[in-house]
């Protein structure tokens, strides 16, 4: 699939004599007025405050800037937009901008669909030396970047202090020794200290980082030695423990009817979680009387290193409109564009900021502060696949027919292949 449709793009390209294909910039296409195609998922799951902010705030801003630039703004589900863009990229039918799950970068720019931003737009250095470098990260493929973050989040440690109290525990877990410590005293009160849903890249690699751990080399080329590594396998090795002593439920190798961790935590059957900053809405509007409490990822041997999510703002090389994607590229980076989506809970993906998106929301600030060193899941075509095989791996030796060192070993073994074929 890879293949024919990167081939299909640069057939494309080659009979259609797009300037735009490659990334280079195409001359003069901003002296006359314009109308650029920006295809978004503000809208999934009837999030009216975004689409508002996006269509009464931003781009009335923009357009007030570039009166020879209009958006036209096309929603669509989160759940269709990927298919819509392979479909779209074999069809030579893609729009000029698109916002892009940040997983997707990689597959679509080693694909031919994203055009390469460094090197070709003009103030490209400076506006990602602004962003959070682990939200920088996920642009970066082969060597170059084929976009700019656009909104982010991160994983913290959100905790039920009326659970934790009812064990005599005075404050959620800070580190890796404290997270074990109060296990023990929870469980008489029949209270899990941790649950999660899974054991993707997303589940697994706050722990492993945060015990100075990695899933792969810097260069994204080898996870063999790494992954499967004596510090990566210890942070494995401690949620195992703590699984096999039932203070971590079987939601987390895939139980579907176990409890869930957003109504488990506010029941006070599960007394810590990792989770992002759209559960406070969720559980103002569910669970009313319930005070989460934020704090930042326990502390290992590696510090306290959370994972970022989010999207990315990406030009598609088919655009004959460059100079003008790169308007508003630049503009999605300013506080105008930033601080007004903030307020629909999409945090800024520039550090200088987070102290203003503090002051009007304060139950962000862990957020913030977890955001300055979380980092990016492997920014790599194969993606998916990665999390296809932790899962997979991993699950055998929580359920304990396989030792973590094992079922590490044979994860970083089909990994590799994910990597270097793809470099």
Same mark, same amino acid.
């Given at each position: 699939?890879?293949?024919?449709?990167?081939?299909?793009?640069?057939?494309?390209?080659?009979?259609?004599?797009?300037?735009?294909?490659?990334?280079?910039?195409?001359?003069?296409?901003?002296?006359?007025?314009?109308?650029?195609?920006?295809?978004?998922?503000?809208?999934?799951?009837?999030?009216?405050?975004?689409?508002?902010?996006?269509?009464?705030?931003?781009?009335?801003?923009?357009?007030?800037?570039?009166?020879?630039?209009?958006?036209?703004?096309?929603?669509?589900?989160?759940?269709?937009?990927?298919?819509?863009?392979?479909?779209?990229?074999?069809?030579?039918?893609?729009?000029?901008?698109?916002?892009?799950?940040?997983?997707?970068?990689?597959?679509?720019?080693?694909?031919?669909?994203?055009?390469?931003?460094?090197?070709?737009?003009?103030?490209?250095?400076?506006?990602?030396?602004?962003?959070?470098?682990?939200?920088?990260?996920?642009?970066?493929?082969?060597?170059?970047?084929?976009?700019?973050?656009?909104?982010?989040?991160?994983?913290?440690?959100?905790?039920?202090?009326?659970?934790?109290?009812?064990?005599?525990?005075?404050?959620?877990?800070?580190?890796?020794?404290?997270?074990?410590?109060?296990?023990?005293?929870?469980?008489?009160?029949?209270?899990?200290?941790?649950?999660?849903?899974?054991?993707?890249?997303?589940?697994?690699?706050?722990?492993?980082?945060?015990?100075?751990?990695?899933?792969?080399?810097?260069?994204?080329?080898?996870?063999?030695?790494?992954?499967?590594?004596?510090?990566?396998?210890?942070?494995?090795?401690?949620?195992?423990?703590?699984?096999?002593?039932?203070?971590?439920?079987?939601?987390?190798?895939?139980?579907?009817?176990?409890?869930?961790?957003?109504?488990?935590?506010?029941?006070?059957?599960?007394?810590?979680?990792?989770?992002?900053?759209?559960?406070?809405?969720?559980?103002?509007?569910?669970?009313?009387?319930?005070?989460?409490?934020?704090?930042?990822?326990?502390?290992?041997?590696?510090?306290?290193?959370?994972?970022?999510?989010?999207?990315?703002?990406?030009?598609?090389?088919?655009?004959?409109?460059?100079?003008? *994607?790169?308007?508003?590229? @630049? &503009?999605?980076? +300013?506080? /105008?564009? !930033?601080? $007004?989506?903030? #307020?629909?809970?999409?945090?800024?993906?520039?550090?200088?900021?987070?102290?203003?998106?503090?002051?009007?929301?304060?139950?962000?600030?862990?957020?913030?502060?977890?955001?300055?060193?979380?980092?990016?899941?492997?920014?790599?075509?194969?993606?998916?696949?990665?999390?296809?095989?932790?899962? *997979?791996?991993?699950?055998? @030796? &929580?359920?304990? +027919?396989? /030792?973590? !060192?094992? $079922?590490?070993? #044979?994860?970083?073994?089909?990994?590799?292949?994910?990597?270097?074929?793809?470099?």
């Amino acid at each position: 699939m890879r293949k024919t449709l990167g081939a299909v793009v640069l057939a494309a390209c080659a009979s259609l004599a797009i300037s735009g294909c490659g990334g280079s910039t195409s001359s003069g296409n901003s002296s006359g007025p314009v109308t650029l195609t920006f295809w978004g998922t503000y809208g999934n799951g009837g999030n009216k405050s975004e689409t508002d902010a996006l269509n009464k705030v931003i781009i009335p801003a923009f357009e007030k800037q570039h009166p020879n630039i209009k958006i036209n703004y096309v929603d669509v589900p989160y759940s269709s937009l990927e298919q819509k863009l392979e479909t779209g990229a074999a069809g030579g039918e893609l729009p000029d901008l698109i916002r892009s799950d940040i997983t997707w970068v990689p597959k679509f720019a080693s694909l031919g669909v994203f055009a390469q931003l460094d090197g070709t737009m003009p103030n490209f250095d400076a506006l990602a030396k602004a962003d959070y470098p682990g939200t920088l990260a996920a642009d970066k493929w082969n060597g170059h970047y084929y976009g700019l973050p656009l909104d982010t989040n991160t994983r913290v440690l959100i905790s039920n202090q009326t659970a934790l109290t009812s064990a005599g525990v005075t404050a959620p877990p800070s580190t890796f020794e404290a997270l074990q410590s109060d296990a023990s005293a929870l469980a008489a009160k029949k209270i899990s200290v941790f649950a999660d849903s899974n054991l993707q890249a997303w589940d697994v690699l706050p722990w492993i980082w945060s015990g100075g751990g990695d899933i792969t080399n810097p260069q994204l080329t080898k996870a063999t030695g790494y992954l499967n590594g004596p510090k990566s396998v210890a942070a494995i090795q401690l949620l195992v423990n703590l699984y096999k002593q039932g203070a971590i439920p079987n939601l987390i190798i895939g139980n579907q009817g176990a409890t869930s961790t957003q109504d488990g935590l506010p029941k006070g059957t599960y007394a810590n979680i990792l989770d992002g900053p759209w559960m406070h809405d969720i559980w103002t509007a569910q669970y009313a009387s319930f005070n989460p409490v934020y704090s930042p990822m326990p502390s290992g041997p590696g510090g306290s290193i959370s994972v970022v999510g989010g999207e990315d703002i990406v030009m598609t090389a088919t655009s004959k409109n460059t100079a003008a *994607d790169e308007e508003f590229i @630049a &503009f999605s980076q +300013s506080p /105008t564009f !930033q601080l $007004a989506m903030a #307020k629909t809970g999409e945090m800024s993906v520039v550090s200088s900021l987070g102290s203003q998106e503090v002051a009007a929301t304060p139950y962000l600030a862990p957020f913030v502060k977890q955001l300055a060193t979380a980092r990016s899941r492997p920014a790599v075509p194969d993606a998916s696949q990665i999390d296809t095989v932790l899962s *997979d791996d991993l699950t055998p @030796a &929580f359920q304990g +027919s396989e /030792t973590v !060192q094992d $079922a590490l070993n #044979k994860a970083a073994g089909q990994i590799d292949p994910l990597l270097t074929a793809t470099h």
